[in-house]
């Protein structure tokens, strides 16, 4: 049989693996707007909605050393208070390339016009987004095909694992609370609590215990 569909209750990222046979999979055959779309859902955490509501200039390209960025309308994110997803040098490349297939394509590029557009030369739908990302799963080899969703879980595992605080971690998904960020994120943290002890021992700290001291010889 094919690949399987299971309804997550929270996504679980995708593996570092699994993301690198997806972008191997489409740099190899994609179109370049499913490259830039899938980079750059990976390389920000934009929500689903966020990343088909962009226009073209949104994307602020950086100039003297400053950053690329994606700065959002607040109409597209939660509680309307907009943000900001910086681009890495990987989202840079995709977005440059995807740029100049749009010019010599003779889609337009002025300020308010949709990023992401479909064949039709309308903004790109919600449902055209996840169908292209169930079909390159498909193509990678995955046996499991994740949400979309799931690209935004594999943005935070991602920070986490190159230990950045939750609180970073907040403001690059836009949260407006990093009880938040918590909630959905936390768990992601391998090993939070004992890394937190462990770093006291640079400090010369000792923990004392908060039970009565055992016996020698009894087990730990």
Known sequence: ???????????????????????????????PRDRALLTLALGTGLRLRELRGLNVGDVR????????????????????????????????REL????????????????????FLSNQRRRVSLRRI????????????????YPFHALRHSFASALLGLGESLAYIRDQLGHHSIQITVDNYGHLVPGANQKAVNRLDDLGITVKSATP???EGAAI
């Not at 050393?65 to 840079?92: C, F, M, N």
């Not at 740029?99 to 337009?108: F, I, M, N, Q, V």
């Not at 996840?130 to 095909?145: K, N, P, S």
Request: aromatic share 10%.
């Open 1 to 31: 049989g094919g690949p399987t569909y299971p309804k997550f209750t929270t996504p679980k990222p995708l593996t570092k693996p699994e993301q690198r046979r997806l972008l191997t999979a489409v740099r190899a055959h994609g179109s």
């Open 61 to 92: 390209a950086g100039h003297a050393g400053t950053a690329w960025k994606v700065v959002l309308d607040p109409e597209l994110t939660k509680g309307k208070r907009g943000g900001v997803a910086y681009i890495s040098a990987r989202g840079r």
């Open 96 to 115: 440059r390339s995807f740029l100049s297939w749009k010019r010599r394509a003779g889609e337009p590029l002025e300020a308010r016009s949709p990023l």
């Open 130 to 145: 996840q169908f292209v990302f169930r079909e390159w799963q498909a193509a990678a080899g995955f046996e499991t095909i």
């Open 213 to 215: 001291a055992q016996p």
